[in-house]
């Protein structure tokens, strides 16, 4: 899952991509709202992290802006605003959740995961698909019942595999998922981790449509 | 305690009885004017009565119980001063004094005597003065009876009337009383009597101006907390990310992260403190002479190291004699936060120069840098609280020049930003009144 994380704090943005990086989210980080429009106009993100003091573009202008094109990007805000006035401005300017600084890093995973939930339309936390479960708050994947050990960037890619059963995924979005900017993507990166996968899940469970990318099947 | 109502009432019972007292005396004088010459005319006119031709003693006639206090005597001589006549044996009248009126004292009681020569005969009538005096004080007394009335009216009156003119600053004081703490809306100032209205007046300027001291005091509160939030949200990611660390040089990072937090956080404190007690209300040391130059070598003795592991090149040039009346150690941490931003934002291998110097009437101390500097329309906003004009400037407390220009206030300084030489950097000139 990619993030774009809109924070003007050296430190606070440094920790929250390192913390957010660490719990399996690819993180860009950009400290001021022009900055973050240009990055939002890629419409790679599965997610935004919005702070509202904002230095160039106010946050809750960015929201207003991207809400006025019709961008339903989850959108969580992230400040040290903490008045009811300022939480209720904030959500009826098009944001789906509001956090209050200072926070736990623990929370801000969950919170997003909770949004990519319900973008995904699913109520229940673990995503069931045939065989295979995967919870993405205990990080766990159990398939036929039996548990599953995978690496981050495997649990990441199946999540993006998972998060929108029967689509195909080219090569390039499935790199957007897994690499924030400044990461280093081996040149057959996602190949490695589909066949390592595929090693742990079962040749048929990631099919390859030649010349487009992958897909994980809607199964019944 | 002192009450008005009763220090009025003193004053209005003693002025009362007072002139009632005075105004019995006048009375009393004034009626035994009055009766002195109505009795006189009645002696006169006694005497008057009497036959001119000479007459035979007749027998006295018989003692009576008299009154003595309304008598009067009657004595007749005869050309010779044989007395002829004696209307009252016992009574202690004088004899033989002039013709005309006089007041003769006697052991009796002093006498009123008219004495004239009718026909061939000297006829004298003598009344005691007592009655005239008497006489005089009961018309004084009957004057005075319906004042001595007056007088508790008059008082019940004024006792009514000091409550109900006291009311309206009974009403102040019950609105004052049930206020609460927080509760600095001006009080009612309508219909209220002329002597009131300037302590309500200036009850509300005090509420006015409570009320200005403690929204400034809530909202630098508010912006306080505010700011600490943001140092605090990374000191405890810094923290959780310590915590997931598994290898021992992650770790390492992530606690050095958590170390830079920490001490970002202590210094927005210090800062927060210093700021406190720069607030005109701390108790402030009292101003002496203090030399500019020496202050100034000691901020720059105590960032040297810092701008050395920068390689920022800073030097002071400092004209020895200038001395400001000022609180040395509220001057170190002003000069302290102007050299330390200008190290700060100066790139490695730039400058940063401290100067001393006298301009006129003036002592002036300038520190250039040859860093970003600050754009003219930002210039006046960087001395607001929390304000920061690099965004993302993470060791920034958004303080330091609010400090200084309290400082530089407190001591009747002005404070200057300018562009640094050849229009690059900036430059701080801050001009006192040299001491």
Not at chain 2, 65 to 79: M, R, T
Not at chain 2, 231 to 249: C, H, W, Y
Not at chain 2, 264 to 279: D, G, H
Not at chain 2, 390 to 417: K, P, Y
Request: hydrophobic share 45%; aromatic share 4%; charged share 25%.
């Amino acid at each position: 899952m990619r993030i774009l994380l809109v924070e003007d704090d050296a430190m606070v943005g440094e920790s929250v991509r390192h913390g957010l990086r660490q719990d399996g989210f690819a993180v860009d980080w950009v400290r001021d709202g022009r900055a973050a429009e240009l990055a939002l106009a890629n419409e790679v993100y599965d997610a935004l992290l919005l702070d509202l003091g904002l230095p160039r573009k106010e946050g809750l202008e960015v929201l207003k802006s991207l809400r006025h094109h019709h961008n339903g990007i989850p959108v969580l805000i992230v400040t040290a605003r903490d008045a009811v006035a300022d939480r209720v401005t904030g959500l009826d300017a098009g944001a789906d959740d509001y956090l209050v600084k200072p926070f736990d890093l623990d929370e801000l995973a969950a919170r997003i995961r909770a949004l990519l939930r319900r973008r995904a339309g699913r109520a229940a936390s673990a995503i069931k698909v045939g065989a295979l479960t995967l919870d993405p708050a205990t990080r766990a994947v159990s398939y036929h019942g039996k548990p599953v050990q995978l690496s981050a960037r495997e649990f990441a890619l199946l999540g993006a595999f998972l998060d929108r059963p029967g689509a195909v995924l080219s090569r390039e979005q499935l790199e957007e998922k897994l690499y924030g900017w400044g990461e280093e993507i081996e040149s057959n990166a996602v190949e490695v981790h589909i066949h390592a996968l595929r090693r742990k899940l079962g040749q048929e469970f990631i099919k390859n449509i030649r010349g487009v990318g992958y897909m994980v099947p809607r199964q019944p | 305690m002192i009450s008005i109502r009763r220090r009025l009432l003193l004053w209005l019972f003693a002025g009362l009885t007072l002139s009632t007292a005075v105004a019995a005396v006048a009375v009393y004088l004034r009626a035994r004017v009055e009766a002195q010459d109505l009795f006189d005319y009645q002696l006169q006119l006694m005497a008057a009565a009497f036959p001119r031709q000479g007459f035979g003693i007749a027998a006295a006639p018989p003692s009576e119980a008299a009154d003595e206090d309304n008598v009067v005597v009657v004595q007749i001589w005869d050309a010779s001063g044989a007395q002829l006549y004696l209307s009252r044996p016992g009574a202690a009248a004088p004899e033989n004094t002039d013709l005309g009126f006089s007041t003769v004292a006697s052991p009796g009681g002093s006498w009123r005597i008219y004495s004239a020569v009718v026909g061939d005969n000297v006829v004298q009538v003598s009344q005691p003065t007592r009655a005239r005096d008497e006489l005089a004080a009961s018309l004084a007394l009957r004057t005075m009876l319906p004042l001595l009335v007056l007088v508790p009216v008059l008082m019940m009156l004024s006792w009514v009337t000091v409550g109900r003119g006291l009311k309206p600053l009974n009403e102040v004081t019950s609105a004052v009383g049930r206020r609460s703490a927080d509760d600095l809306e001006p009080l009612p100032d309508r219909s209220l009597p002329r002597e009131v209205m300037p302590l309500v007046a200036a009850l509300n300027r005090l509420l006015a101006r409570l009320d200005q001291a403690l929204s400034l005091q809530r909202s630098f509160i508010a912006d306080a907390a505010h700011e600490l939030r943001t140092p605090l949200t990374a000191v405890r990611l810094q923290t959780q990310i310590a915590e997931r660390a598994s290898s021992d040089a992650e770790r390492t990072a992530a606690f050095a992260q958590l170390k830079s937090g920490t001490e970002r956080a202590a210094r927005l404190v210090e800062q927060l403190l210093a700021l406190a007690r720069t607030e005109p209300e701390a108790t402030e040391r009292a101003l002496m002479a203090v030399s500019l130059g020496d202050v100034a070598r000691q901020v720059v003795a105590a960032q040297a190291a810092i701008a050395e592991a920068k390689r920022v090149e800073l030097g002071l040039s400092s004209d020895a004699a200038v001395n400001v009346q000022g609180d040395s150690e509220a001057l170190r941490v002003m000069l302290g936060n102007l050299v330390d931003n200008a190290v700060r934002y100066t790139p490695s291998g730039g400058t940063v120069d401290v100067t001393v110097s006298r301009d006129g009437s003036h002592a002036c101390v300038a520190i250039t840098d040859t860093g970003p500097g600050i754009p003219p329309s930002a210039r006046e906003r960087v001395f607001d609280r929390f304000y920061r004009h690099q965004s993302g400037d993470a060791q920034g407390s958004g303080l330091g020049l609010a400090i200084v220009r309290r400082i530089a206030q407190r001591h009747g300084a002005t404070i200057e930003l300018a562009d640094g030489p050849g229009g690059a950097g900036l430059k701080v000139v801050v001009r006192f009144a040299a001491g």
